[in-house]
């Protein structure tokens, strides 16, 4: 039932429902602290965002003034892991005034522990241009690493979430696994 309502109060929100919003923020807001313990895990120790921040962040820019065009939870949570991995790459490059120069920076491409990340903010920076590239030629295998590594989803939420079926999700998983091998070892 909560998925259902979940979707319900979302699709009730982005018709203009603001009363909606405040049923929905108790419903979701573990499933996206969990979703930002996932972003944080890839960034350096003592990051100065810690989780609950994260999540405030992007849940008022993703409310803020405008109602969602989401289709469905799945969806919204797809979204809400895009818009927390922007804010942590906006916030890395702040961070970072140094020009990085061309050196190439090993990026690793599954979730670990806090304790094992070096200092990662360079690091976000690099995975998310080589994911814009990415995204600009395949904008689907953007979508699927975005979902998997910084949303937590496993392959069948994923192909929930962009509606195509489990085997096109593992067949982009494969291409976008290459890709970002190939752009960030070279």
């Known amino acids: 039932m909560r998925g259902s309502e979940i979707t319900a109060l979302l699709v009730s929100y982005s018709e203009g429902d603001d009363e909606a919003l405040k049923e929905l923020l108790p419903l979701i807001y573990q499933d996206l602290k969990r979703i930002a313990r996932n972003h944080l895990r890839l960034e350096r120790d003592g990051h100065t965002l810690c989780t609950t921040a994260l999540v405030h962040e992007s849940y008022l820019n ?3 003034g405008a ?3 989401v289709r469905d939870r799945a969806h919204f ?3 809400a892991s895009r818009v927390m991995r922007n804010i942590l ?15 190439r920076i090993r990026v690793t491409l ?7 990340s070096p200092e990662a903010s360079p690091e976000m920076i690099a ?7 990415l995204g600009s030629r395949d904008p689907r295998a953007e979508q699927v690493v975005t979902c998997k590594i910084f949303g937590g989803m496993t392959t069948r939420e994923t192909a929930e979430a ?10 982009d998983w494969m291409v ?8 960030l070892e070279a």
């Open 176 to 183: 976008a696994r290459a890709f970002l091998h190939r752009e």
């Open 62 to 64: 993703m409310v803020d």
């Open 110 to 116: 599954t979730p670990r522990s806090a304790s094992e």
């Open 89 to 103: 790459v906006d916030h890395a490059r702040a961070r970072s005034a140094a020009k990085r120069g061309g050196d």
């Open 77 to 79: 949570f797809a979204v």
């Open 127 to 133: 995975l998310d241009d080589a994911l814009r590239r």
């Open 162 to 171: 962009l509606q195509v079926s489990t085997r096109t999700v593992e067949k």
């Open 67 to 69: 109602h969602l065009g």
